[in-house]
């Protein structure tokens, strides 16, 4: 697995990085420019609050990369490591691991963000109060959450992609119109069944695997069902010359 993540650029994943970090001094410089403006308003029209934009932004970018950028790497680099002797399950376990590397270094940035803008709070706006605060455990363990389904979802995308090339497209288009066009029935059916009781051994099920969780459950399924997804259309991959 050590040669097959040698393929991926570590050039692009720095970049990346750094564009997440751009986002991020971006997001600052706009709040001071808001809160500048906002201080030229008589006294009594002012609302002054402070809003970490900053870490906010990272935390969008890092979010987008990891789902879109990260995964088109994975495509891009697919067709380099089979036809270089890694097999189809080296590259699939390697690509989740090169998400997994860019999950922990988003929490640890997103982390440093916070604590940087918290700072500067403290130094520039200490009296005045915060609208949010990023630091909060509840924050990061959204994050957590956030990460955890942005990695599988990025796998199945990113198969779906490799297999099908520029026709994913059309499959993605597809999905989108199913559930625009159809939810509200869709909603309505399922909404019927689960009153009928067809759901009853799927709810005793999820919940007793997780513990009593139900969401929990259906969400750690959901995860499973997209790295499953993915692999079996990744080991259907043809080398082509």
Sequence with gaps: ????????????????????????????????????????????????????????????????????????????????????????????????????????????????????????????????????????PLFLYYIIILLIPGICIGMLLAALNIRFGKNALWVFWGIYMVVVLFATRLKELIQKMIEKGMFDWLFRLVSTVSGGTFLLGLGIAACVACLVGGWFIIRKLEVRV
């Design 1 to 136: 697995m050590e040669r097959v993540l040698g393929f991926f650029d570590k050039k692009s994943f720095l970049l990346s990085v750094l564009v997440c970090f751009g986002g991020y001094l971006f997001g600052n410089v706009l709040h001071e420019i808001i809160l500048f403006f906002e201080m030229r308003k008589p006294v009594e029209e002012q609302e002054m609050t402070v809003f970490p934009l900053g870490t906010l932004m990272l935390t969008i970018l890092f979010f987008l990369c990891l789902v879109i950028i990260r995964t088109m790497e994975m495509v891009k680099q697919s067709q380099l490591c089979i036809s270089m002797g890694a097999t189809r399950l080296e590259f699939y376990c390697a690509s989740i691991l090169n998400l997994c590397i860019w999950a922990l270094v988003s929490l640890v940035s997103i982390v440093a963000g916070a604590l940087l803008e918290a700072l500067k709070f403290k130094l520039l706006y200490s009296t005045v109060s915060w609208e949010i605060n990023f630091l909060n």
